[in-house]
C-alpha cells in the first residue's frame, strides 16, 4: 500500500491474502488512510495501529507541540501571573493548530499560514505572541526534538517604542507642594509617597512594596528587592536583581513623614491611610490623588511611572555618570541610553554647536 503522509512517501505491507476478499479488505483500509490523512486527522496512535510491523514508525518520544508546550511552560519559574500570560497566549494562538501535531513536523510555511491567517488585535500583541511560541521551539531545538527554530525565518512585528514622558522639575515640585498643602491626616501619606517616587525613580509597585526593614536612614539607602502586581506581594523585581536606592534629602524628607504617619507596628512604609490592609494593593489608590493634583494644578495629565521618568531625566540633565543612575533605576546602561537619549543629547547640545 503507497501513500504520502507529512511530506514522506510510504510503503506498507498489509497482512491481508492475496485473495478477492483481502484486496477488497486492503482497498478499504487504504481508501480509510488517505482519507485520514486528507482530513488531517491521521496522527502517530491510529498509525502504529493500523500498521502494527511498520518500518517507518515514528520515534513515539518525540512530543506533538501540546505536550512539549506543557512541559515548556511548567518548567518555567515565573510567578503565576506571569505563567497565566503564557498560558493564555498560547491557548488562544497556538493551541489551535499546531496542539495535536508532532514538533519536529512544524514548518515555517506552516506558521506563516497560521499567522497570516489571525486577525491581530495589534503589532504588539502579534510580536509577543510569536516570542511566546519561539521561546517553546528554541527549547525544543536545545532539547534535541528539532534542529532548527522554525520560528526564525518570520519576521518579528515592528512596534512603536512608547516615549517616555516625564515632568518638568518644576511641574514636579508643584505636585509635590500641591498634595502637602490639599492632603491632611493619614492622606498626607500620598503627598510623601509622590514625593518619594519623584525623588528615587522607583517603581510605583517597588515602593508600594517597601518594607521599614529595608529602609535605613542613617546610612541613606532603600533595598528594594520585592516587588507587588495586581494586588499581590512577590519577593523579587523586575530585573530579578535586588538593588539599594541612595536616598536624597527629597526621599529622607518623604522618609520621615511617612514616619510620622506610621500606625504602631506597621511593616510597610507607605501603608494605606484607611488601614483597609498591609500594603497598597492597587495604584489606583495614590492614582486618584495624584490626577486630582494635576488636575487643581492644569497640569497635563500624565502616569504615575512618569515620576520614575521624571527622576532619570533630572540625573541625566545634572550630567550623573550613567551608570550610577541606570544602578538606582534598576535598568542596564543599554536600556538607559537608549530610553532617555534625548535628554543625554540636550545636556551638551548648544555646547556643542558653540564649537563652531
Known sequence: MRFTWNGQRRSEPTPFKPTAKGLAAAGSLCARVKELIKLGAMNDDLYAQMFPNSNYLLDRKTPTFGEFAQIWLDSREIVDSTRDNYKSVLNRFWMPALA????????????????????????????????????VLHTAVMDGHISR?????????????????????????????????????????????????????MRPGEIRALKWAEVDEDKRRAHVCRVIVKGELFERIKTKTVRDVLLNDRALHAIQVARSLAADGAEFVFAPADASSEWIRSDSTPKKYFLAALERLSIRRRRQYDCRHTYATMCLMANMNAAFIANQLGHSVQMLLSTYAKWINSTSDWTELNKL
Not at 515555517?108 to 486577525?119: C, E, F, G, H, P
Not at 498634595?179 to 503627598?191: F, I, K, Q, S, V
Open 100 to 135: 495535536s501535531k508532532r514538533i519536529d513536523n512544524i514548518t515555517s510555511a506552516d506558521l506563516r499560514k497560521i499567522v497570516s491567517a489571525i486577525a491581530w488585535e495589534s503589532p504588539g500583541v502579534r510580536r509577543n505572541a510569536t516570542d511566546k511560541l519561539s521561546s
Open 149 to 201: 527554530n522554525p520560528c526564525l525565518s518570520i519576521p518579528r512585528a515592528k512596534i512603536a517604542k512608547r516615549q517616555v514622558d516625564p515632568f518638568e522639575r518644576d511641574e514636579a515640585e508643584r505636585v509635590i507642594a500641591d498634595m502637602y498643602e490639599n492632603l491632611t491626616g493619614p492622606t498626607r501619606l500620598y503627598a510623601a509617597y509622590f514625593e518619594f517616587s519623584f525623588f528615587t525613580g
